[in-house]
């Protein structure tokens, strides 16, 4: 199915009959769904529902798992990123992601910046740096870090280090950024700038988000999907899937009835 | 009544750990120059290494029809084997050469057991088949580098040693000329391996070699060369025509233990002396005994 | 139930003291055998002196301090990047299954008994350089008997250290810091040079430190296949003679005088191993910092 080119030129991802399969396990099941251009999307669901993972499939970062099998169509800016001509590297520039929990490298805070810049050739120290202080600004973590930026990242705070991997993420300049349970791994304070965080961040990027805090779905997104067992349930405006969702499973987990 | 058993074993395990370590550093202040650990062997023969097989190999055949008899062998070297005579060590010290004079004050009385030649070998594309004597230290002290000078094809001489301390090695370069005014003058160059197995295997592999092993040594794939004409045989050592030769001596201090002449004047014996030809080594004629 | 746990602690109080015991014991046997021949000699002498000839009561150990030096740096030139490429591709590249089938041969290889190693070298790769060097260099009569042959032999001897070691050490960098790197776009052979090698340096250099003192220390196989030319090597075609191989070889036959030179030798091939893995420590210190 060969898309329309001005039809997506609101959505960042359209995927179609997305299928995953672990060996024998079916853990991703006729998926469809669109993710819109700037916006805050958010993947709901109880654990072992298949949200991660989907989350996965959309950088390819599934390629590194042994015996993971994709079908379907997953389309990026119109192109389908499992075809053999798309570039993985390329893709997963434009398309950075964060992990759960905060993974900087055993390097120093600059050279944790610089990684990803450099990979994609960049080799300018004006502009290395230019981008150093971008990005730290970005996050909010620049008049903490200024003075030590060749000091070890290991050496902050987790919520610290978790800001510097979305300054990490944001210094190669994508368009899409994919987010795991970003705050789950964090205490109170740090999560809270984080969500402040995504809330300046959705303007200029496209952000899918995978929480298991329903608040914090209710909180920072604009869309929300909610999927179970493999499954993509329902996906609506946030403010619809909080108040009045279609489907009565969607309503049980809200409401806390299991998950 | 468990707890009390428990701590009563763990109470045995440390005094036992105590002991033992204490007895092993007691144990490892002993002597320290090689093979003098004290012995309770009837006989003790101590030297050279190059007598070492052969008193081993003889040592063997005596116990097994006289199987009260405990002898023990062991090497050091035959600088060693007067000292561990006059320590006590060993009741019977062994050479590869003849005692010297200052040795002569601690030693009794001599036997030459057997007599060995040492060969000189060469790498099967050596054709020189003739070596004088001369020519053969002016080989091993670097002098002549090449098998052209006697006689052979134009190549450099690969020369092959064995190390310091060995008794072949004294008694080669004693007879050549190698060692002289108590200076061996073995050439830097040559190679040096640390058996008679490994010069054979050396010389057997290594194009245009030359080395020296004992004659009971000498191995097919390496060709011998004459020295001064003469081949080296168990005719050619016993009348002395083929020089590089050496014996093997026991000698024994003042006191002598039953035990100790039993087993030599086995080794003198028809017996002993068919043994001695039998592991390769010459048999010496009963008038020069 | 105090006093048992008194006596088990003074129990493998005692246990580790033995080991340092033994250790302190072997170290005074060795200075207080070794040190008259310094004394008699002059230290400098000892040291710098090229003439080994203790028959004519020469002792002087440079070129056997050459000789292990040069066959143990050639270990490592060759050893290092074998051993390395080796651990990445156990780790990176193969599956667990083909990973544990090539780990236990390459283990298999440090159970081969140094003796054997060094017959195999004597028949294979003895030749094998005599003929080499022979196309260079026609007329220097070599025999394959080299520093080469020494080389080539102690770093099959050490690869299973350095593999073996290495590979726990890449294995055990987090698979979050390769999912990092892999997200900002970077390909696997960036990953691995970039990230993971950096976050293994520790362990790695360990492995290198481990297979160096495998390397100096060892004696049979070198004893056979380096020539024992106790002469300072003037290249890798040349023979050689080891400070290990020396102390072996001669001292059976070592009199008096000759017998303490070698202790000799062995207080200084000691002092040696404690310089190396000083500044081992030193320099993973200051480098292996960060390392995770």
Redesign the interface.
Known sequence: MISNVKTTNDLAFKIRDLNLHYGDFHALKDIDIDIPRHKVTALIGPSGCGKSTFLRTLDRMQDTVEGAKVEGEILFDGEDIYSKECDVTDLRKKVGMVFQRPNPFPKTIYENLVYGPKVHGITDKKRLDEIVERTLKEVALWDETKDRLHTSALGMSGGQQQRLCIARCLAVEPEVILMDEPTSALDPVATAKIEGLLHDLSGKYTVVIVTHNMQQAGRVSDQTAFFLLGELLEVNSTEKIFSAPDNKKTEEYISGRFG | MK?KV??KV??I??AV??MS?AAA?FA?CGS???GSSGSSADVVIAGS?SVQPLSEALAKEYMKDNSGADIEVQ???S??AVKSLSDGIATIGALSREIDDSEKSDVKKTYMIAKDGVAVVVNKDVNVTDLTLDQLKKIYTGKITNWKKVGGDD????VVSR?????TREAFTTKTGV?SD???NTT???????STG?VN??VK?????IGYVSLASVSNDTKTVKVEGVAPSESTVLDGTYKIQRPFIYAVGSDVSSETQAFIDYVMSDAGQKQVKKNGFIPVNKDEQ | MY??EK??E??IF??A??SV?AVA?ITI?IFA?GMPAIQRTGLLKFIFGTDW????GSYGILPLIAGSMAVTIGALIIGIPTGLGCAVFLSEVLDKKQAGFFRSAIELLAGIPSVVYGFFG??VI??MI?AVANVFSP???A???SVLAGAIILAIMILPTIVSISVNSIDAVPVTYREASYALGADRRETITKVVLPAARSGIFSSIVLGMGRAIGETMAV??IT?????VPHGIFS?A?TMTGTI?????????E??QALFAIGIVLFVIIVILNGAAQAVMKKFGGEAA
């Open positions: 707890q428990k701590r763990c109470k395990i440390a750990a105590v370590v550093g490892g320290s120059s090689a290494t090497g050091g070297g600088g060693q190549n450099k001489i690969a190390e310091e301390g060995s008794g060692l108590n200076k061996d830097k160059d040559a190679v040096v391996q640390s490994a295997k050396t592999s290594t194009p245009y070699s | 006093t048992r006596v088990i003074k129990l005692i246990c003291a033995v015991a014991l046997f055998q000839s203790p028959t004519n004597l028949a003895v030749p005599r007329d220097a009569g025999t394959g008997l004893l056979l020539g024992n030319v106790a002469v023979p003679a072996a070889m001669e001292m059976s036959y070592a009199t008096a000759h017998q």
